[in-house]
């Protein structure tokens, strides 16, 4: 049934499927957010775990509705540990706008941001951050933000500069990234 799954999902992706539409799980049932930007946000980190790029981290950038970058992690790909979900939508976004200040932008990621993302987002001048799965689901999976989250402060002086959505649909996510074989780093 694994499978089966992963090769649904691979098709699904290489057949360009519209962004709207909810990316299957391995249980064959839709991973669908509320929220369509965290929707696309989940479709960038499938297609990153499902090519072996690294974690279930997807980000998407909004500016007045339109989408300006996206991105996906990819340390393992780029042998890179500060690419992740966020640093490589926020590389698209800037390309694509040809600034480096993303003023008047929103981030959706499928995981609260790790501190180096956190503050990559505020040197960028982003808005607001939309976050899924919490820094404490990270480390369910794996992640260690938890360990050097302890060092840059507390996330409660950002008022509501980061906010949680669609958590559960992430969590499926999270759950689909633990049943395929990955690399923990």
């Not at 930007?37 to 339109?66: C, K, N, S, W």
């Not at 390309?95 to 501190?115: I, Q, S, V």
Request: glycine share 10%.
């Amino acid at each position: 049934m694994k499978k089966l799954s992963f090769v649904l999902i691979l098709a699904l992706l290489s057949c360009s499927v519209c962004l709207a539409e909810p990316v299957p799980d391995t249980a064959g049932q839709p991973i669908e957010a509320e929220n369509v930007y965290m929707q696309i946000a989940i479709e960038e980190a499938v297609e990153g775990i499902t090519l072996g790029h690294g974690g279930p981290f997807g980000a998407v950038i909004v500016r007045d509705g339109e989408i300006v970058g996206q991105g996906h992690n990819m340390v393992l790909a780029n042998n890179d540990p500060t690419c992740h979900g966020e640093v490589s939508a926020i590389r698209d976004a800037c390309a694509k706008m040809g600034t480096y200040d993303l003023t008047g932008c929103e981030l959706y990621t499928t995981g609260e941001p790790c501190p180096m993302c956190l503050f990559t987002c505020l040197w960028a001048n982003i808005g607001r951050v939309y976050y899924g799965c919490t820094i404490e689901d990270n480390a369910l999976i794996g992640f260690r933000d938890e360990a050097f989250d302890s060092l840059s402060g507390d996330r409660e002086q950002l008022g509501d500069y980061l906010v949680c959505v669609d958590r559960d649909a992430c969590l499926e996510l999270f759950a689909l990234y633990t049943e395929m074989e990955h690399t923990i780093y």
